[in-house]
């Protein structure tokens, strides 16, 4: 197992290398740059512009740009073109702003996909089955920003609350309750939002998944011998149906990123998603290219921890 | 996939089922409510592209770029007002069915012309992803053992997938497609560029089990040219599961592109697509709802009808359920 890890370490290195070597050379080699940013600027001498490609090593050749890039950030050194504030503590602090939004996204959609697609394969072909189906499929189908903006307009219509941004105006001399109470209310909805999606996708495989299970021998078996009814689902079948998933927890990290982008402009929500889409608009490469390689390595350690964790979870795979 | 699995239902009282896979498809398909729906959207979005590509383009019917000043954010089924008429901008049925926009231009008309541009945008995303995929995992499938050097192409296809899937796709979208200049082109191809990961790892797969199966080996004791075997006789047997995930990959696609014209990235005016008709109506959400309700159910509509035929296509290419008599 100990060499496994180091292994598949090794070459995660290697892909996140080729990872960054690509993801800086679309950057870089895309036309348009930070020193054309705001064309129209009158003030904006060439001289000016000259300058500015100096101190963002632009002129040098891209391996050597791609080289600072990867010393200063290793070294921390890295500074956004934009305000020149070091990148890693800027993506930090809009990280922990998006910490939250993620953690309750994430346990909404593992917590309510697991029953409601448990039910639909338990109840086969009734009528919560098919429904459920449709549902599923129409909230699949769904313009995320459209449908935000339906329940934007539902709820403050209906409960005459406020749900942009992460507190109410006016609420910082409230006492605690109520100032959690509505940090909770600001946070619920955005991240059902962003739960939607996820949710009816999940529940789909969860029910496929357990159908497969429930028509096995084993089950049957288990019938037979008089395992109550409720036993044979959570029980045995739950427990091999749970499997695949996994590998699913691998494929979370790299969401905090780049799933977010369109909730956090909607509901004005400062964290990483927002960062990158100003990143993007100012053409802040340093901002752009540190976030890039964050999700890289975020989705690399995901499908390194599901590996292992496949190995732990099922005696039949072996890692030699 | 070669021989559909009729083995056990030739006797009885049962027709014997045709031969042919897409005959077999068909057959299952028909018997799935939700995804005969979902065809049947997309054969009137088809014709409403056809029609809306020829009626806007070719032979002006409907103008989307008319713009009319006095009747602006008219509700829909409103009639023009008769100075309008005079200049002969009014719309050819008579009435703005969908209703007009802050410009007062058409917004029928929009989206008609709108329903070639989302759909073509669709498909040939799609087309570029799927031809990358099959083409990399046929590759990786058919000569992954040759080796290139230390390492084999199976490993070098493959490590490049991995490469692909650890870029953020949607953030990695949205970055190509703000630094490039804005064109539709840029964003099908960039869509495309990005969303081929998956077909690869089905054709591979598809492919390695199909290399040790008789009717190839049969074919390479033929004799047969490489090009014949894989493009005759391996593609069309691999296509099943990429067929589906195209299907789906649409729908993806157009709900792609209507979150980028969210973020001010889809399309630019005057092209109408109906990601950005529904961008643009999200401002006046209150005071002309029909901008924003009638390009969001479309898509809606649509991108519903492609998943219902892609998970229908699915289940219907599902062997073990083709097996049930």
Redesign the interface.
Known sequence: MGSFILRSLGQRAL??F??SV??HS??HL???EPSEVDPNNPRMKPEDIARIRAAFHLDDPLYLQYAYWIRDLFTGELKTFKDSQPVLPKIWRRFLISLPLFFTTTLLVWGLSFPTGIQAAVRRGSLYDRGS??VA??L???????LA?LII?WVVATFELPVIGRRTFGMEEASALYRTMDGIWHLVIPSLMGAIGGIAALSRYVRSQMLEVIGQDFVRTARAKGVPEDDVIYRHALRNALLPFVTMFGFLL?GL???S??FE?IFAWPGLGRL??EA??N?DFPV?LT??FI??VL??LGTLVSDVLYAVVDPRIRYD | MAAPGDLGVTSGVEPPPSTSLAGEVWRLLRRDPLAMAGLGVLVLLLLAAVLGKLTTEVVVVFDPAAVRLPDKLLPPLSPPSPQVVAEGLAPATGRYLFGTDDLGRDVFARMLQGASVSLSIGFVAVGISVAIGILLGGLAGFYGNLRLGFITVDTLVMRFVDVMLCFPTFFLILTVVALLPPSIYNIMVVIGLTSWMGTARFVRAEFLALREQDFVVAAKALGLPERRIIFRHMVPNAVAPVLVSATIGVATAILTESALSFLGFGVQPPDATWGNILADGKGFIFDAPWLFFVPGIAIFAVVLAFNLVGEGLREALNPRLRRRP
């Not at chain 1, 699949?140 to 459209?146: A, D, E, L, T, Y």
């Open positions: 892909l996140l080729f990872v690509i993801a679309v950057v895309a036309p348009g189906t449709v499929y129409a699949i189908s769904i313009p995320g920003f459209f903006y307009m790299p990123i780049g799933g982008v369109i402009q990158g889409y993007i608009l053409r752009i976030l890039n999700a890289a989705t690399l």
